[in-house]
C-alpha cells in the first residue's frame, strides 16, 4: 500500500543545518499501516530552493503497540515485501520510499527506506529491524508451528 508524503502532523522535528544554506533535516513519524504497533522514524533533508532533494535518509522503527497474529496473517509475505510509503523527492522522478519484509525465520519486521534514483553512483538506503521476541504474537507464532510439525 502506497501512502502519499507525510504531512505536516507527522512531522516530529526540523533541524536546521545554518544560517546559509536552505537544507533542514526534517523529522517524521510513520505508522505502518497494517502493523499498527510499529512506528517508523524517518530522517531526511529537505531543501527548500533546490529542484531535488538529497537522498540520504534515515529511518528507525520501534514497537509502539501490540502486534496481532491477524495482523501478521495481512501483509506481503513475499521476498519483496510492501510498499508501506512513496513521497516524491524531485520533479525528476527520484522518491523515498518504505518497504516491509518479513523475515519468517527469525520473526523479525524489516522496514528499508530507499531513494529510487541513484547517487553517486548506488541508491541511498537505511535498514530497521523490529523483532518479535517477547511479544505474545512469538508464542502464538511458535504454537502454530509446533501444531504443524505434529501433524508431519
Given at each position: ?23 533542514d ?11 499498527e ?16 532533494d ?15 497474529l ?7 509475505r ?14 525528476l ?5 518504505v ?29 530497521s ?18 501444531e504443524a510439525?505434529?501433524?508431519n
Amino acid at each position: 500500500m502506497a501512502l502519499g508524503g507525510c504531512s505536516d502532523k507527522n512531522e516530529v522535528g526540523d533541524v536546521s543545518l545554518g544560517l546559509f544554506t536552505t537544507k533542514d533535516i526534517k523529522l517524521e513519524m510513520l505508522s505502518d499501516p497494517k502493523i499498527e504497533g510499529v512506528t517508523c522514524y524517518i530522517s531526511h533533508i529537505k531543501a527548500d530552493l533546490d529542484l531535488a532533494d538529497p537522498s540520504d535518509m534515515s529511518i528507525a522503527c520501534r514497537q509502539t503497540g501490540p502486534i496481532t497474529l491477524q495482523m501478521l496473517q495481512g501483509i506481503d509475505r513475499s521476498k519483496s515485501g510492501e510498499v508501506i510509503f512513496s513521497t516524491s523527492k524531485s520533479v525528476l522522478f527520484k522518491s523515498l520510499k518504505v518497504r516491509r519484509i518479513y523475515d519468517e525465520a527469525n520473526r523479525t519486521l524489516l522496514y528499508v527506506s530507499y531513494s529510487t534514483k541513484e547517487s553517486n553512483g548506488s541508491p541511498k538506503h537505511s535498514l530497521s529491524a523490529v523483532p518479535l521476541w517477547g511479544n505474545p504474537v512469538w508464542e502464538q507464532l511458535e504454537q502454530q508451528k509446533r501444531e504443524a510439525q505434529s501433524k508431519n
